[in-house]
């Protein structure tokens, strides 16, 4: 038996029924996220989860899967610490291998701008609970030997921000843990279950018309990603979105001495590695907004040339796959959760390349919301009525949204 060997999942799949206390629509992270805490934290199981693919067969499989809290205002660092948190004992609450392994995330400086930037950004995690430090060129040498600190001569590290609490899990194994957790405890998943409308009653949605027929619920919660505009078009009104599409690659196999994660949002690029000993990588969002899922060779070359150029070890590996995920993008490049204008109806978007990242803590919030009515302090800065209210939350908190 090999290491990647584990217990078969056990999902309850169940026929879809007309009514439900809950409809979720969006069978990825946040949405089987959301029916977990729900079923875990408050004892609502009466849940659908619409599914239009397959469990994760979204954004939630087509990320990198970095967990992290090193964002660069005290709000969001709060929130994803909070994810930094739920992540480390999920598998232990779900009884499921994960894969998660904690490794630090490096992100480096190459200007004095960029100095100044990531001094800043360890001074802010460490006031709001995220363990950040800033560390000197000798420092990253130690962490990342394989580095070229002079960075080709074109990129030279003049330091970087450290947040020992950056991790990887395996995200096909997260989307199966909660959905399996959530099943188990009564809540129904439906695959293949595409929303075609939504059915309301003066300013409430109150149901949802599929291609297996209508279904009525007191709280309906869009979960999508990637086409999240369609929904809201639905219940007539409008969101501040943008969709771009993010494209990533692994290389073949290299020796597993490689192990925080390393980035950079002066050249917009990161790096990790798999557990099978892959190195993967990724970069800016596309520039231009679509729903296009097609890879592309600029993408493939900008990328490769930037990180192998401060770990020219790169240059020896080969790229075996390439693909492309669509992020939901806000003015703001910070999420967007809670009420909207209609009533009974609920949106958890604009998570743009940090979704993975806030899988727990997204569910965990939204399923309080959900239970009691009362939106959570964690969340409150992220309602979509900060767009009007002008007290927006900007916060460009990675290399992917540039």
Not at 107 to 120: I, K, N, Y
Not at 232 to 251: E, K, N
Not at 297 to 307: G, K, M, P, V, W
């Amino acid at each position: 038996m090999n290491e990647f060997m584990e217990k078969r999942v056990d999902f309850k799949w169940s026929e879809p029924k007309k009514t439900y206390d809950v409809i979720i629509i969006g069978g990825g992270g946040h949405g089987l996220s959301t029916a977990y805490y729900l079923a875990t934290r408050h004892g609502i199981t009466n849940v659908a989860v619409l599914e239009r693919k397959y469990i994760g067969g979204g954004n939630s499989g087509r990320n990198t899967t970095v967990i992290r809290a090193n964002y660069g205002i005290p709000e969001a660092v709060k929130f994803y610490q909070r994810s930094v948190d739920l992540y480390e004992s999920l598998e232990d609450e779900t009884e499921r291998w994960l894969m998660h392994k904690k490794k630090g995330i490096l992100w480096l400086a190459h200007s004095e701008a960029a100095v100044r930037q990531e001094r800043a950004r360890a001074d802010v995690n460490t006031a709001f609970g995220a363990d950040t430090t800033y560390i000197t060129p000798k420092e990253v040498k130690e962490l990342v030997p394989e580095i070229d600190l002079s960075g080709g001569n074109l990129f030279p590290v003049m330091g970087g921000s450290y947040h020992a609490a950056g991790a990887t899990a395996r995200h096909d194994r997260v989307n199966w843990a909660l959905a399996e957790g959530a099943m188990k405890r009564g809540a129904h998943v439906h695959q293949r279950t595409e929303v075609i409308d939504l059915i309301k009653k003066g300013n409430k949605v109150i149901g949802v018309k599929t291609n297996n027929g209508d279904m009525y619920a007191d709280v309906i919660m869009s979960a999508v990603g990637g086409h999240v505009t369609r929904l809201t078009d639905m219940a007539g009104f409008r969101i501040p979105i943008r969709s771009h599409p993010l494209q990533a690659h692994v290389t073949n196999h290299y020796a597993r001495t490689f192990h925080p994660i390393v980035a950079s949002t002066s050249l917009l690029f990161y790096v990790s590695q798999t557990a099978r000993g892959e190195m993967l990588m990724g970069a800016e969002i596309d520039r231009q907004p679509s729903y296009n899922y097609r890879s592309g060779h600029h993408y493939l070359q900008s990328c490769s040339f930037r990180a192998a150029t401060l770990l020219p070890f790169l240059r020896k590996l080969r790229i075996l796959r390439q693909w492309t995920g669509i992020c939901d993008m806000s003015p703001d490049y910070s999420p967007i959760m809670g009420k909207t204008p209609m009533d009974n109806f609920l949106i958890t978007t604009g998570w743009g390349t940090w979704g993975f990242k806030a899988i727990p803590v997204g569910g965990e919030t939204m399923a309080e919301l959900i239970a009691t009515g009362k939106t959570p302090d964690l969340i409150k800065p992220f309602a979509l009525d900060r767009f009007r209210k002008d007290r927006t939350k900007a916060d460009r908190g990675s290399a992917g949204t540039h």
